[in-house]
């Protein structure tokens, strides 16, 4: 909702309201919680994803007023209009497709003259080719042997999507062809990467829709000097993901094949397009990417097509904007206990904080209301023994626990304390969420624990694509969601150039010392010159 | 301060006053660090550690009430009384003497009948013996082979800050040993590094002072179960590092052999004690741990013997609480650019976190104001391309940014846009810092920028251990410093407590339900009966 509306609008008045109630004595959350059926009532399922929401600081009422709230910022209908390919990233003047990346059940979506379902299953067919002919050993490098390496170049979304996936599926499944992530410009991370990888058998997949992120052309031109170096033809070891008519995907230009990408789909949200698929399908099989798909498309069909009562991801939506927006939390930890979903929370941080970390709504007006909050997170049991110390007792912030119900390494185990290590692990999972709710009283206030703080659980069957499909679908339904109720645009990122702006500046600065080393920064501020001063004297 | 303090302190009270008029239009950052000398007035050298400060929300007023809140709080002296060994854990009853374990200036310090560097001297030597016997392929595996990796067993601060470490060093430094970290209790973090090891050539290397801790325990019966399963004897493959008198402590027991840690050694405070001392000596050698102890100790005695307007880790704290507390920013996010120290922000955010997360005063009085934030963060300029929309138009945050001046890798670098990879690095972030500073107006308020978004740069020379122990030893005393000036004790963690006792009570039910399938968990509440049905089904 935009200012007026965040300040007018019915449900709002009411849930600020109701916001005052709920920090009574009596509505702390060890009181809540033991409501008869909370649990049944305060939570919902999905095939093989449970969302528990029983111990949020909500009520009967104030859930009313929220799914009133959904309906009167019309959430459904613009999921809906998404879907369908209206122009909902209206200040870039286009639709948010990355649901027809895996769309199932539709046979073609129009843009103009696009057929966009078309389009897509064009891209993917050649993906499906290429894979199996490497797979098969009919595309072998320049020194003549088949590929066992793959490194994929890009940043942000070129590659954060990507990497949560791949680490969460090659813990239960072999790759065929192992992946690594070269993103930043940091030489020292190409530095690592190339001590790790066997050249003669590495493929570099080169993923920018532009062709032109600095970042990933910086270390583009690394590998080009390195495969000469290692005198191997960028012909047969450059693969490149990148919009139609980019300047990377110039058939005349170097490299084995370029796969498309759409002005469609969105960064943040393209793992389910060539982007996550030319390399999923590298390491598991195009089979694998498709299953994946698949559990995307599930829970698509159900944030489409469920109503607001029964809605997973539109009810995670409403408790993320509950708890920033009336119970004024800054900040919200994602904990999977699972190792293999250690990669989730930096892609939930992208795609939530890129998302909805805005200053002005959908209608161009400046919010003075929060749009977002801050994600960060590591896997349980390990941030019990990091930063739990600061969720029990320092300033209270939401926390979304991930339970997997059945591990994958499930051979020959030890018990310790008459228990498996992943029954361990689950009942710390338990146990955090209650003693985050309840607290405890004690005369040592140093060991008093005020309780009353919330916690979500989510919980999927196994760590197969298509449950992990559907975790990943979760998070994007859920963040489209909590943009159109709060008014806001998800799809653009103009908080990203100014830094551009001024770093290009400075590079020029750079360029031009490195062409003259008479040259001398009087042009900067001192500070900007300080710090050239020193990159170029090389110490303090 | 406590409570009392905080409300009546001289210097609280004026600060509260001057957080409003920083808050004028003309106390932008923009308008701020254009006045004269900023840099040089707002930044501090010590060797090749420099601390930029002037793109902070302060002036010379809010400076002066800060280091008067300093010395009103007495923090210096209270850290001299940390470094000299008096009990300023008070709840615990202990010193906190991290310091000691790199303290190259004493022979002596006395803690009733043991001599504190003494000691550590002892486990020191017999690290540096047993290593470099490793190191000789005097000490093999039982199959009569030289070792080649090592498993670290440990959680929290049993392995974040030496991860860390041996993160940052390996760039430049070759392993001789190969270090891995084994922490959660996850079953399949157990199943992930067992693929990557050799076994016949893997030592053990368990990590707990109590040698109870509960995931460190169970993963070890994984290692004995997996020893026995390859026909290796745990008595060539295990080495201990944990307090004397512990039940691994036990001489009988098996294993190579037992390094002491010490009780006036916090964990989280505990890299430069045997915890990191022996995985670091093993992977590079003890002279290149002495090295990085040598640049913690630089640091320490800079920390304890600079008068207050030059401390670096003291100014340091001083913005933080300036932050927090009168600017009320909830969070702070630590982005290096460099990958070599991508790991610094896990342990700086246990480090911090655990330490000032408190709801109580060292005095014991419940405390309202903020103690401590929230600390995340990415390496840049990954972070630029994931959560930086966020840092420019969402919720601001103060952003503490980490340049390295040389950068490791520097053989045969391509140009990209006429500069190097590490030049675009350094020109993103000099960029970031400002951009954030000084905003950009515009009439398309979706490209509008309000700036006055503050931030520190710390600059350090290289990668070698003596920066990255300044680095290390910087943050420590950092945040003791916040704890003493904002009157709480850095270093208990009674907030883990209710988390392990609740864990407890779901364990023994578990253990039950494995003794007799027929046990029905009916005397938890509905909620916890739910989970562990699930869990016992095996699906949702």
Redesign the interface.
Known sequence: MDQKIYNNHNACQNLKRLSQTIKNKTSHLKTL??TKN??KNFSM?L????Y?F?KQRVNDSILKELFLLARQTGAKKKFSQMVSGETVNV?ENRPALHTAARDFSKDHILLNDLDVIFEINKVNQQIKNFTEKIHNKEIKSSAGKPFTDAVVIG???SY?GCEFVYTALK?SIKPIINLHFL??????????IIKTIPPETCLWIIISKSFTT??T???L??V??FLK?NNLDPANHLVKVTAKGSPGDDPLSSGLESFHMFDFIGGRYSVTSAVGGLPLSLAFGFDIFNFFLKGCHTMDLHALNTREENNIPLIAALMSIWNSNFLEY??QAIIP????LSNLC?HV??LY??S?????SVT???INH???????G?????A????????????S?PIEFI?V??????K?????????????????????A??LAV??DDE???????GNRPSS?I?I??LTPESIGMLLAFYEARIVYEGFILGI?PF????????????T????Q??RK??DTAYDFSSL????K???D??FK???
Do not use: C
């Open positions: 919680i033991q909370r649990l399922q095939d093989g994803f449970f528990d029983s200040t940043i942000g979304g954060l813990s993103s930043n410009v940091d030489i020292d991370n190409f530095g690592q600095t970042e052309m910086a270390n031109n690394q080009l000097l170096d800054p900040a206990y699972s190792s293999a930096p941080q992208q904080m890129e909805l970390g805005k200053g002005v161009g007006e400046i929060r749009t977002g909050v801050i994600i960060f590591e896997p349980g049991t390990n019990q023994h990091s930063f739990f110390q600061f969720a029990h007792q320092g300033s912030f339970g119900v059945k591990p994958i390494y499930n020959g185990q030890a018990k310790s304390q008459g228990v498996y290590n992943h029954q361990e692990l689950w009942a710390n999972m338990i146990a955090q209650k003693a607290g405890k040592d206030k140093a060991k008093y624990f005020s659980t919980l069957n196994d645009n653009d990122q103009f908080g990203v150039e100014l830094g551009k702006v001024l770093a500046n400075i590079r020029d750079i360029k490195n062409e501020d001192p500070s900007e300080f710090y050239l020193v990159l090389g110490s303090l």
